[in-house]
């Protein structure tokens, strides 16, 4: 601006400023959140007592949420609804250990959607810990719960036991799924390879969620020259806490043994071309329509690389032909409106 005065350095203490402050807020509403969650956990296991205690029925919860409505108007936490959960979540987690150091570092509603959607303990913990660690929106929190997370994390058929050492093996099966949901593609029976590979490039965004947390995009159809020719890698990522490049074979038919030796000649290559000194050894996965898990262990049995063995799932094109179109959804939402307005 004209006129204003001018400091040396000032932009950088600015921007420097700015970070502290905004660090401290969300500090602070890390802290409210976690009191809040807290509060919560304490008048749930308290209502749970007394039921248990006095023999009070379910309607002492309509009593309570007036009682407290009329003496804090001004919060909004104590609903009917909202007092049932508190009462569903000190049930689901009796122990408040947990409740201190994971449950309430996570939004109250991301654990009322848990509560909601997953019935297993074990697999509620595994939420709550793969939200602070992922830190999930409750959107993406629900699409994963959703699409299984739980109980496709980890399944993928590998050799990494055999080929690499056991810190890196644990980790790495870990950051591979039996399964990838690709609910966000549709495509036709006749599909190739690189139909498959442009519809996860056109929802990159998609595809790295459904991949998981530490995977960075390095290209498609990525170039190496080995002994003179050119090859091309489909899929090739870095995962960042593996500190490794990882490539991805797709294909759209079932796993057959033969492409377990074309991926260990793209390991190779990038190990030797791509590869830091300080990276960890090249992993690969073979990302298959189908596959027959029995076949896929006997290939990587002996197999020098390691490497996995995972199928994907799409979205049926008779589904994605039943779901209404953009336009279709506003002409419902504009004759709702417009029959709203006529009835008030």
Not at 94 to 115: S, T
Not at 172 to 180: C, V
Not at 279 to 285: F, I, K, V
Request: glycine share 8%; charged share 25%; proline share 3%.
């Amino acid at each position: 601006m004209a006129g204003e005065l001018t400091f040396d350095g000032y932009e950088e203490y600015l921007g420097g400023l700015k970070a502290r402050i905004r660090a401290a807020q969300i500090r602070s509403a890390l802290a409210v959140n976690r009191e809040l969650v807290a509060l919560y956990w304490q008048i749930g296991r308290d209502v749970l007592r007394q039921q248990r205690r006095q023999g009070w029925g379910s309607k002492v919860i309509d009593r309570l949420s007036g009682d407290l409505r009329r003496e804090f108007p001004e919060i909004k936490g104590f609903s009917v609804r909202n007092l049932k959960y508190m009462r569903a979540f000190a049930e689901a987690y009796p122990d408040k250990g947990f409740v201190q150091q994971l449950a309430a570092q996570i939004p109250w509603f991301h654990n009322c959607a848990i509560l909601d959607a997953v019935k297993e303990p074990a697999a509620r913990a595994w939420y709550v810990r793969q939200t602070i660690a992922q830190g999930w929106s409750r959107s993406v929190l629900t699409h994963q719960i959703d699409a299984g997370l739980f109980e496709r994390q980890g399944g993928a058929a590998t050799n990494f036991a055999a080929t690499l050492p056991s810190v890196q093996s644990d980790l790495a099966q870990q950051a591979l799924k039996d399964s990838y949901l690709f609910d966000f593609l549709s495509l036709g029976p006749a599909a190739r390879e690189r139909d498959l590979e442009r519809g996860l490039l056109e929802h990159i965004r998609k595809f790295l969620l459904e991949l998981g947390r530490g995977f960075a995009f390095v290209g498609s159809q990525y170039h190496l020259e080995v002994g003179d020719q050119d090859f091309y890698i489909d899929l090739l990522f870095y995962h960042f806490k593996l500190r490794c490049f990882v490539v991805i074979d797709l294909k759209t038919g079932s796993f057959q043994p033969e492409f377990a030796g074309k991926l260990g000649f793209y390991l190779s290559a990038v190990d030797d071309l791509l590869r830091h000194p300080d990276d960890r050894p090249t992993l690969g996965l073979i990302l298959c329509k189908s596959s027959n898990r029995v076949i896929a262990e006997y290939t990587l049995r002996d197999a020098r690389r390691p490497m996995g063995v995972s199928t994907y799932e799409l979205l049926p094109e008779e589904i994605k032909r039943s779901l209404p179109s953009i336009e279709e959804i506003e002409a419902l939402l504009y004759l709702d409106f417009a029959d709203g307005q006529h009835s008030g």
